[in-house]
């Protein structure tokens, strides 16, 4: 509800003006109707001045209370909601609507300096330090209209049409008067200029803060912390900034997390990142990045649900050209404890990097795999990762650890761990491992890849793995269509089968966490270029109706690719046919949790348990080692619920198999 207001009474100015009050004109300043100026002291005012009442008393930390009111402060061309204290501002408070119910203490100065778009607009030298692959950051960036902003410079139109899209929401926020939201929280902080802030926002000891929007809101509050620096940045709902880290030219999406002095320049960092002690510049840090370590650099890279390990490092030049070189780690790709690429390079989905790589592969099509450097030496090891308890404990972990709050999610995430995307690159990795035996023989010992070497038995392990994971997938998809079927009435099948809708044939695509047909994303790049989808709102909708989609168009895919995987036509499937493909699927993941369970088992060999038992012989080892990790081998919450997996599974194969068979 609109709030109306009124002139100060006589009366009113002589009480201030005796609490050591002063206006450079009485007259411009206006209050609610049942102002009282008893919490008004030592204040001066300029400019136009709306003030709300002051009713409430703050609780703070220790058990203090405080009165809302205005303290030892100066303000210029502010409107101060309902119940707010704000006091002991060191310079003055300028051009800023201020929310109720809101916190403001022991700050050096808060100011809008001319019209300003609040980090609207600000462009983004993401990938590539030298420009040429700029975004855009916005309100309502999502990692998908980024990615297509980014990397889709191929096709010039989308860039003009983008920032044109972009420009209008610019030129629609952009105002000479800064916003404080409703119960904001700003306590001895120092510069802060040109910056918006939502409601519920606290921002504790801030060091300086520069043309930037902070969006928090009651679902969602945002922490600013002890020390931080941020200049041309917009951070989301959720999300806390800690610890003397600093910000220049940053997005940081919904529950991101930064702190312990990490610092990042022209980056973009999406739901759920995490960023300590180290660096980044120009990375596209896609949804659950994460790097912990004071050593790792990330640099001209994109990533997502990606682990740094300690030391990480990348070079985007060759001291030729300077830094134009870029990479791509893959979805779930991770590295190693010191681990180094030399850009360009990509890395394939859920791929291990270890060790120094200078020779610029492209693994993209052999996902779950190990590269591996030894002597100076690239090994590509495919498709081992499929069988690592790691990969299957990250797959469940990113699921729970989706900290977003908020209502209105930005980015679209599928957690996924096999889809049309890794599938399909299986599929060419076994066309590519068969073509290398096809080449060099048989009996080679090695075979060369991408400036990398495949050992033989790797090669043979690899078909193995991508063959057992591609039935995996296949067979679950044709169980999961069927489940409502109750009987093998053959006609009945095929028509359950048929595909309900024609999109999701051909390729597939990860646009930095949303997987998607890529004839859908074509339609839509097509629809920004002809002025079509003119509104990021509009764009954000179209991913979420693709996303929610996502299992219907997967089953398209799959329909399609049987025939060319099994020789099996859909619309002429046979029962015998389907019973087939059920036990291959059953084998397979059995044979899969078993690869898995076995890994698990590494981490209660005698070497893991190295280090436990302090002072103590090898039943006390075994003691502190079972108090630590939770018990045996056999009762650890993990392997109990691969052992369950197996079972639950296996029975499902044998019910759909008999109910095939009736």
């Given amino acids: 509800m609109k709030k109306t207001y009124r002139r100060l009474t006589e009366r009113e100015i002589g009480v201030l003006e005796s609490q050591m009050c002063s206006a450079s004109d009485w007259s411009r300043i206006e209050v609610v109707e049942d102002f009282s100026p008893e919490y008004i002291r030592y204040t001066r005012f300029s400019g136009d001045i709306r003030l709300g009442s002051f009713r409430k008393e703050f609780d703070l930390p220790g058990g203090m209370k405080k009165h809302s009111g205005l303290y030892y402060t100066t303000l210029h061309n502010v409107t101060v909601g309902d119940d707010c204290c704000i006091e002991n501002v060191k310079n003055y408070i300028a051009n800023y609507e201020i929310g109720h119910d809101s916190f403001i203490e022991n700050v050096d100065i808060i100011l809008t300096d001319g019209v300003s778009s609040f980090g609207n607009g600000v462009e983004v030298s993401v990938l590539n330090e030298t420009g040429g692959r700029e975004v855009m950051i916005h309100d309502g960036l999502s990692a998908h209209e980024a990615y297509i902003m980014a990397l889709y410079r191929h096709r010039p139109g989308i860039a003009d049409k983008m920032r044109a899209v972009v420009s209008r929401?610019?030129?629609?926020?952009?105002?000479?008067?800064?916003?404080?939201?409703?119960?904001?929280?700003?306590?001895?902080a120092g510069y802060i200029k040109n910056v918006k802030i939502g409601d519920y926002c606290k921002i504790e000891g801030t060091s300086r803060l520069k043309n930037g929007s902070i969006n928090s809101n009651r679902h969602a509050p945002v922490h600013i912390g002890v020390g931080v620096i941020g200049d041309d940045f917009i951070v989301c709902s959720g999300s806390s900034i800690e610890d003397r880290s600093t910000l220049s030219r940053c997005f940081i999406g919904q529950s991101c997390h930064i702190g312990h002095t990490y610092s990042a320049s022209d980056s973009l960092f999406f739901s759920n990142c995490h960023g300590e002690n180290g660096e980044a510049c120009a990375i596209f840090a896609g949804p659950f990045t994460v790097t912990h370590?004071?050593?790792?650099?990330?640099?001209?890279?994109?990533?997502?649900?990606?682990?740094?390990?300690?030391?990480?490092?990348?070079?985007?030049?060759?001291?030729?050209?300077?830094?134009?070189?870029?990479?791509?780690?893959?979805?779930?790709?991770?590295?190693?404890?010191?681990?180094?690429?030399?850009?360009?390079?990509?890395?394939?989905?859920?791929?291990?990097?270890?060790?120094?790589?200078?020779?610029?592969?492209?693994?993209?099509?052999?996902?779950?795999?190990?590269?591996?450097?030894?002597?100076?030496?690239?090994?590509?090891?495919?498709?081992?990762?499929?069988?690592?308890?790691?990969?299957?404990?990250?797959?469940?972990?990113?699921?729970?650890?989706?900290?977003?709050?908020?209502?209105?999610?930005?980015?679209?995430i599928n957690f996924n761990l096999l889809s049309p995307y890794t599938i399909q690159k299986m599929m060419t990795g076994t066309r590519i491992l068969k073509d290398l035996v096809a080449v060099s023989g048989e009996i080679s010992d090695t075979y060369s890849y991408q400036s990398a070497k495949i050992k033989n038995s790797s090669l043979k392990k690899g078909l193995k793995l991508y063959d057992i994971a591609i039935n995996k997938f296949m067979g679950n998809s044709l169980i999961k269509r069927l489940e409502t079927v109750a009987t093998g009435d053959i006609e009945a099948i095929r028509e359950r089968l048929r595909p309900d809708?024609?999109?999701?044939?051909?390729?597939?695509?990860?646009?930095?966490?949303?997987?998607?047909?890529?004839?859908?994303?074509?339609?839509?790049?097509?629809?920004?270029?002809?002025?079509?989808?003119?509104?990021t709102r509009e764009l954000n909708a179209r991913f979420a109706a693709i996303h929610r989609n996502y299992y219907t168009y997967e089953w398209t895919w799959v329909y399609g690719k049987f025939k060319e995987y099994y020789g099996i036509d859909l619309e002429r499937i046979t029962l015998a046919q389907i019973i087939e493909v059920a036990g291959k699927w059953k084998e397979s993941v059995v044979a899969l949790d078993n690869m898995v369970y076995e890994d698990a088992r590494k981490e209660f060999s005698l070497s893991a348990m190295t280090g436990f038992g302090a002072d103590g012989d090898k039943s006390q080892q075994n003691l502190d080692f079972e108090s630590v990790r939770g018990g045996d081998f056999e009762s650890n919450p993990f392997v109990t619920a691969i052992v369950e997996h197996i079972k639950v599974k296996s029975a499902l194969g044998d019910e759909f198999i008999a109910r095939m068979k009736s």
């Fill in 169 to 188: 929401y610019v030129d629609n926020v952009s105002s000479a008067t800064g916003h404080i939201g409703s119960h904001v929280t700003i306590v001895d």
């Fill in 293 to 412: 370590h004071k050593s790792t650099l990330l640099i001209a890279g994109m990533f997502s649900f990606m682990n740094a390990g300690s030391g990480s490092n990348q070079s985007n030049h060759m001291y030729k050209l300077g830094p134009i070189h870029q990479g791509i780690m893959e979805r779930g790709a991770k590295t190693a404890s010191d681990s180094y690429i030399l850009w360009p390079a990509k890395v394939g989905a859920f791929s291990l990097v270890m060790g120094r790589h200078v020779a610029h592969q492209d693994t993209s099509d052999l996902p779950f795999s190990y590269l591996i450097e030894k002597q100076d030496t690239s090994y590509i090891f495919p498709g081992v990762n499929l069988r690592s308890v790691g990969t299957i404990r990250d797959a469940q972990k990113w699921p729970k650890r989706d900290g977003r709050t908020d209502p209105v999610k930005s980015d679209c």
């Fill in 501 to 535: 809708t024609p999109v999701g044939v051909g390729q597939w695509v990860d646009m930095a966490g949303l997987i998607a047909p890529k004839s859908e994303i074509d339609a839509l790049l097509d629809d920004i270029e002809s002025g079509q989808l003119t509104d």
